[in-house]
Each structure stands twice: as C-alpha cells, then as structure tokens.
C-alpha cells in the first residue's frame, strides 16, 4: 500500500502564481523527500526534509513537514511553464532509512503559459 | 557523471518472451533499487540491493521475476515468462549511502507485453 498520497491528484494554475500540494503519510518517519518527474524522464530529487524539522527552502521551493498530522507541503513560488512535472512525496520505509522509499501517486502540475 | 543508466529504454516483446533489464549505478553509490511504475499502482518497490546484496525482495510480485546485482557496477532485473500484466515502465535507482539519503533515477525502461 502507499505511504504517502499526494494531493490534489492533479493541479493546473496560471504561469507566475503559487503552487501547493500536499502529501499525507501513514506510518513515523526518519525523513520526506519531495521528487519531480517530467514526462516520459526519471524522477529527480527535489528536497529532503528530516522529521526533526518542521521548514525547508530550496530556491522557489519551500516545504514544511508536520509529523504530529503526518503531512507535508510542497509549495512552488512564481511558477514557470518549465515546473510543468508530476511531483511525488516519499518517505523512509517500515525499516527506517535503511530501506528504500515508498512513493505516493504524485501530484501533475501543469502551468499554463 | 553519466548518472544511472537503463537499457533498453523500450522494449516490446509478446507474452511468454523472457525479458532482461540492466542497470548501470553512479559508481561509488552503495545501494541499488528497483521500481516498476503503472498508472494503476503508481511506483512500486520491487526489490532493494545494499552493497550488492539483495536486502529485500518482498515487492518482487512473483516468481517470474528476479533480481541479480552481480557486481557493484552492474545490475539486472529479469521477467520469465513475461505477461501483459508486466507493462509497466520500470526504474533503476542509485544510493549513495546504505542509509538514507537521495535516491538517483535513471531514465526508465517501458516495457510492453503483447
């Protein structure tokens, strides 16, 4: 089963406005990470986020983690046409860090022009 | 670095063929995974290697499918006899550590079954 879900499925804003998507978890943490894949390509790492942080920034990206509601946020600032891209949470397994990460469904933003 | 590469990116094969999947990490990276992604399951791990030793392969969905990871430099991921239920785009990813830490994707191989 998933771990975390991403949400809403899908997303489609004006190009220069903000994004926001959210991802819900089940299960404790050691970290979330946040990863984008564009259409028909790999999926790239965007940003790590550990459970004893609650906000993070990366350039136009900004996260926030709440392990008491188990959730995060991914929000993306003055959107681009290039952000366009399925965006996925993920998080440690039952195993903690040593185990691979369990994906949500994703998120696919589309930016319109 | 060139990063992880799969091959073939596309393979399209008839049900009962054997179909084998390679894997290449980022040299120096210390864990290797793959995932299987479908529309349907979204992306699923099928198995896990720390220092080329299978670690977990409980997402592995049936016999018909093994993992080897033969040295640190070379993995493959082999369906026998592949189904139509198979398609999916599979990935290979690449860890530095055997802990945490980001996972590098390589680009994927979609695979159809007729």
């Known amino acids: 089963s998933q771990q975390g879900e991403e949400d809403p499925q899908a997303l489609s804003i004006q190009e220069g406005e903000n994004a926001t998507m959210n991802c819900s978890y089940k299960?404790?943490?050691?970290?979330l990470q946040w990863y984008r894949q564009n259409s028909g390509r790999g999926l790239v790492h965007l940003i790590l986020i550990r459970s004893n942080e609650r906000e993070k920034h990366s350039g136009r990206l900004r996260v926030t983690l709440d392990t008491s509601k188990k959730s995060s946020s991914l929000l993306i600032t003055a959107s681009r046409a290039a952000d366009t891209a399925s965006y996925f949470c993920?998080?440690?397994?039952?195993?903690?860090?040593?185990?691979?990460?369990?994906f949500g469904k994703g998120t696919h933003l589309i930016i319109q022009p | 670095d060139a990063g992880v590469i799969q091959s073939p990116r596309h393979e399209v094969t008839e049900m009962g063929q054997e179909v084998t999947l390679r894997c290449k990490p980022i040299?120096?990276?210390?864990?290797l995974f793959w995932y299987r992604q479908t529309m349907m399951r979204g992306l699923e791990l099928l198995i896990y290697f720390n220092n080329n030793v299978p670690i977990d392969d409980s997402g592995m969905p049936e016999d018909r499918f093994s993992a080897k990871m033969p040295n640190a430099s070379f993995s493959t991921l082999k369906i026998q006899p592949s189904e139509p239920r198979d398609s999916a785009v599979y990935f290979c990813?690449?860890?530095?550590?055997?802990?945490?830490?980001?996972?590098?994707f390589g680009e994927g191989s979609r695979l159809t079954v007729l």
């Open positions: 993920a998080t440690d397994g039952p195993g903690g860090g040593a185990d691979g990460l369990t």
């Open positions: 299960t404790s943490i050691n970290n």
């Open positions: 040299s120096g990276h210390n864990s």
């Open positions: 990813a690449s860890r530095l550590g055997t802990i945490a830490g980001e996972l590098f």
